[in-house]
């Protein structure tokens, strides 16, 4: 073997991840809110990259304080009530008879309402509670019973049973049955083992399955109905409108902050001395970099939309349920881009369509084999399918999964496992054959 020494030139081509490209592959993935966050967050890294925000106009004093003078104030008081959310303390303590209780009373319902957690259950531990309070233990559990007699029914109760107990008491006091079935046979019930309940306490399936009824109409996390959850909207980033030429596509900017050139600034400095103009140098290059990333980032996210809405014609113009299958690498194979590329692209993206508003994602569905060879279904055709034959199957006799699996070969030639219908009743929220089961 000969080991030698020495210099070889040789020719390699490799890709490598710059700092630009870096950059235009995470612009591309932005959501418009993030999008304007980035640009705000770069002009102040860059003095020559100016942020002019469409949606927000400069304010003349002289102008506006005129035009306040002539404008009615009737309905003023209105706007400044501020929106200030009813936390579940409140209401707790809003209905207690202060008059009728001690200070210590207070006191220790106080810290128990501390203790609650946002679904209303009490997650707390009384003898510590006691120790740290210094309070008798037979103080702290009848300020927590006090606190389970507040509303909504079910507040205070330290799990689900005892939650679903002290519902149906208030909802119905004078069902013996129901209290007896939650106190003693929860676990069993909750799991419909119904036959060694009935025989036990020698009453009909169909007793059971009027307690069952009752129940389900109970509230399992009562602290949840007083949460106030702030509204978030939804800014689509395209627009899918129907014309009497057909379906067109429109890109919504909007929303986004526009950016310009701050040429004064570049005018005043960039003559200065050499370490002035190698740094506007640099950052004249950054400016036109994000400038020519975001024109790719609108023009790839229209070429894809574009795309959706020639595969899609039958969604947009009948409803949901025409939804046909398609993948990101079927999009991403006739736009001739990477598959990667196309799933940033539809990352937290929204369109608007003539019959609402949608994820991209939603467009994105696994292929279904049928019996002909010629067509196929999508995932979310089947769901459907499933929720059908669900919706129409007889309570008594509930369709198994292998019996849906037959249905949908039989009745829409749609060849699935019976794995994949337990994954998709799963994900539809449906229970299984067993639980769906009703004795009237």
Same mark, same amino acid.
């Given at each position: 073997?000969?080991?030698?020494?020495?210099?070889?030139?040789?020719?390699?081509?490799?890709?490598?991840?710059?700092?630009?490209?870096?950059?235009?592959?995470?612009?591309?993935?932005?959501?418009?809110?993030?999008?304007?966050?980035?640009?705000?967050?770069?002009?102040?890294?860059?003095?020559?990259?100016?942020?002019?925000?469409?949606?927000?106009?400069?304010?003349?004093?002289?102008?506006?304080?005129?035009?306040?003078?002539?404008?009615?104030? &009737?309905?003023?008081?209105?706007?400044?009530?501020?929106?200030?959310?009813?936390?579940?303390?409140?209401?707790?303590?809003?209905?207690?008879?202060?008059?009728?209780?001690?200070?210590?009373?207070?006191?220790?319902?106080?810290?128990?309402?501390?203790?609650?957690? &946002?679904?209303?259950?009490?997650?707390?531990?009384?003898? &510590?509670?006691?120790?740290?309070?210094?309070?008798?233990?037979?103080?702290?559990?009848? *300020?927590?019973?006090?606190?389970?007699?507040?509303?909504?029914?079910?507040?205070?109760?330290?799990?689900?049973?005892? *939650?679903?107990?002290?519902?149906?008491?208030?909802?119905?006091?004078?069902?013996?049955?129901?209290?007896?079935?939650?106190?003693?046979?929860?676990?069993?019930?909750?799991?419909?083992?119904?036959?060694?309940?009935?025989?036990?306490?020698?009453?009909?399936?169909?007793?059971?399955?009027?307690?069952?009824?009752?129940?389900?109409?109970?509230?399992?996390?009562?602290?949840?109905?007083?949460?106030?959850?702030?509204?978030?909207?939804?800014?689509?980033?395209?627009?899918?409108?129907?014309?009497?030429?057909?379906?067109?596509?429109?890109?919504?900017?909007?929303?986004?902050?526009?950016?310009?050139?701050?040429?004064?600034?570049?005018?005043?400095?960039?003559?200065?001395?050499?370490?002035?103009?190698?740094?506007?140098?640099?950052?004249?290059?950054?400016?036109?970099?994000?400038?020519?990333?975001?024109?790719?980032?609108?023009?790839?996210?229209?070429?894809?939309?574009?795309?959706?809405?020639?595969?899609?014609?039958?969604?947009?113009?009948?409803?949901?349920?025409?939804?046909?299958?398609?993948?990101?690498?079927?999009?991403?194979?006739?736009?001739?881009?990477?598959?990667?590329?196309?799933?940033?692209?539809?990352? +937290?993206?929204?369109?608007?369509?003539?019959?609402?508003?949608?994820?991209?994602?939603?467009?994105?569905?696994?292929?279904?084999?049928?019996?002909?060879?010629?067509?196929?279904?999508?995932?979310?055709?089947?769901?459907?399918?499933?929720?059908?034959?669900?919706?129409?199957?007889?309570?008594?006799?509930?369709?198994?999964?292998?019996?849906?699996?037959?249905?949908?070969?039989?009745?829409?030639?749609?060849?699935?496992?019976?794995?994949?219908?337990?994954?998709?009743? +799963?994900?539809?929220?449906?229970?299984?054959?067993?639980?769906?089961?009703?004795?009237?």
């Amino acid at each position: 073997m000969d080991l030698k020494a020495g210099l070889w030139q040789q020719q390699t081509l490799k890709l490598a991840m710059t700092q630009e490209l870096s950059q235009a592959i995470a612009l591309l993935q932005y959501s418009a809110q993030e999008l304007a966050a980035f640009l705000e967050d770069k002009a102040l890294e860059n003095p020559l990259l100016k942020i002019e925000n469409g949606n927000v106009k400069p304010m003349n004093p002289q102008i506006d304080r005129n035009r306040r003078k002539h404008q009615k104030s &009737e309905k003023d008081w209105i706007e400044q009530i501020a929106d200030k959310p009813f936390s579940l303390e409140e209401h707790l303590i809003s209905q207690l008879k202060i008059t009728h209780l001690t200070a210590e009373q207070m006191k220790v319902i106080r810290y128990l309402i501390k203790n609650l957690d &946002e679904n209303g259950y009490f997650i707390g531990d009384l003898t &510590e509670i006691s120790d740290r309070l210094q309070v008798d233990h037979e103080i702290v559990e009848d *300020c927590l019973a006090i606190i389970q007699t507040l509303e909504p029914a079910g507040i205070g109760a330290r799990d689900l049973q005892e *939650c679903l107990m002290m519902q149906f008491y208030y909802k119905n006091p004078n069902n013996d049955l129901a209290q007896t079935i939650l106190s003693k046979y929860f676990i069993p019930f909750a799991e419909k083992k119904w036959k060694l309940i009935a025989k036990e306490l020698g009453i009909s399936m169909k007793d059971l399955q009027d307690v069952f009824d009752e129940i389900q109409q109970l509230n399992p996390k009562p602290g949840a109905l007083l949460r106030n959850e702030p509204t978030t909207y939804i800014i689509p980033d395209a627009i899918i409108e129907q014309t009497n030429e057909g379906l067109t596509v429109r890109m919504v900017d909007e929303s986004l902050p526009r950016i310009s050139f701050n040429q004064p600034y570049y005018q005043k400095f960039h003559n200065q001395n050499p370490q002035v103009s190698r740094f506007l140098q640099d950052k004249v290059q950054d400016y036109q970099w994000i400038l020519k990333s975001i024109e790719q980032r609108k023009e790839t996210l229209t070429r894809v939309v574009a795309k959706i809405v020639e595969k899609q014609p039958a969604f947009f113009q009948k409803g949901s349920q025409y939804l046909v299958p398609m993948t990101m690498k079927e999009i991403a194979g006739e736009l001739d881009i990477h598959e990667s590329t196309v799933s940033r692209a539809v990352r +937290e993206k929204y369109v608007q369509t003539p019959i609402g508003t949608y994820p991209l994602k939603t467009f994105f569905t696994s292929t279904i084999q049928t019996l002909t060879d010629e067509e196929s279904t999508s995932s979310t055709q089947v769901k459907n399918e499933i929720h059908s034959l669900v919706s129409q199957e007889n309570k008594q006799k509930p369709l198994s999964d292998q019996d849906v699996v037959e249905q949908l070969k039989l009745q829409k030639g749609i060849i699935v496992s019976r794995r994949t219908v337990a994954k998709y009743r +799963e994900q539809l929220g449906i229970p299984s054959s067993s639980k769906r089961k009703r004795f009237i």
